[in-house]
């Protein structure tokens, strides 16, 4: 199999994962979407194990190209992490996932399964993204866009919550004012009057 | 069947539901757990919708028992908005349900699901929460515990993102530090200085 075919065939697992959740994508669905044989995708990916790891890689790349590549374009600072906010607020209808962030469907599906190798790095994935955001808050501190004692690790805890609010209403609710809700939010928490990334504060690096 | 019978069987399928996913929950594994023919159990429910459905109503039950009627005891506004939160947080593992809330599993599950009678039902079940949310902060605002102008279905909304992130951290991730997260993120959003239910500010009703 080449390496577009299977970028091909992880695509459109992720595609399956964001509307049915991550449960929902078989080898024989992929098989059934993609026009493969069932026993080519199994000789490839080996086991429903492997395929689902590799997807959680897919939607990683996805996430690091649709959100944090693009958010370094920003000043670093308080106009990165708004920008970076902005990003991820609704990252996966943008990226052709309608059904949402595939990592996060993965998260809420697979949090009790017994400790197998795909929650380990669902795990390590979500304290890696937690760090990203984290770091992210800490260099605004540094810059003096945020208060000095501010405590990163818990505004990143309460970005994330935003995040799973705006998501929440997103998906489930189809709450049109989700976008404006967040944004109240983001205000509330960072202490910005008006969230123009790229526009940030003077002392920008 | 018996009504006490059948709330057996209920109780049973939202350990299931917190465990393996609202979708894990079929009359095959229901009726290997309580004994009885799988044939009995479709003849009683009908269907794996008509199942979901009094799932669902069976876990906001358990929600009013566990989080909504206790909190009552507190006074009104500020403290018993602070004693919903408290008792919310973490609510199903201490209702017997580990795996968390199932409400927000199904939320998750089936947020895509073709629009049929159990999604609807989710989404008016989370607008009525969200509406209970909002209607005791503006209690709590309209007994001058909060700011005059306090956007209550803002605050509910954050309130809801902080429960989520809570949920998050405690399920996936086994984080400890959750709790204290959850604490502070609520005195930044309310302003309180001590989270003390019960002992809130002298102008309660």
Not at 59 to 64: F, P, T
Not at 72 to 91: C, K, V
Request: with cysteine.
């Amino acid at each position: 199999m080449g390496r577009e075919t299977e970028q091909r065939i992880l695509a459109s697992g992720l595609s399956i994962a964001s509307e049915r959740g991550f449960n929902g994508v078989s080898l024989g669905i992929l098989a059934e979407r993609s026009g493969l044989s069932k026993s080519g995708l199994f000789a490839h990916f080996g086991s429903k194990e492997d395929l689902q790891l590799r997807l959680l890689k897919a939607a990683e790349a996805a996430l690091r190209r649709q959100v944090v590549e693009p958010a370094t374009a920003a000043s670093a600072g308080l106009p990165r992490l708004l920008e970076l906010m902005r990003l991820w607020l609704g990252w996966a209808a943008r990226a052709g996932l309608p059904g949402g962030c595939p990592l996060y469907a993965a998260a809420f599906e697979l949090d009790d399964a017994d400790g197998g190798p795909v929650r380990a790095y669902l795990v390590s994935s979500h304290r890696e993204w937690m760090a990203t955001l984290t770091s992210l808050v800490q260099e605004a501190v540094d810059l003096h866009h945020l208060p000095a004692g501010t405590d990163a690790a818990q505004v990143a805890w309460e970005l994330n919550g935003i995040y799973l609010a705006h998501h929440v209403g997103q998906r489930l609710i189809g709450d049109n004012s989700v976008d404006a809700r967040a944004q109240a939010a983001l205000q509330a928490l960072l202490g910005t009057d008006s969230l123009n990334p790229g526009h940030g504060p003077e002392n920008q690096s």
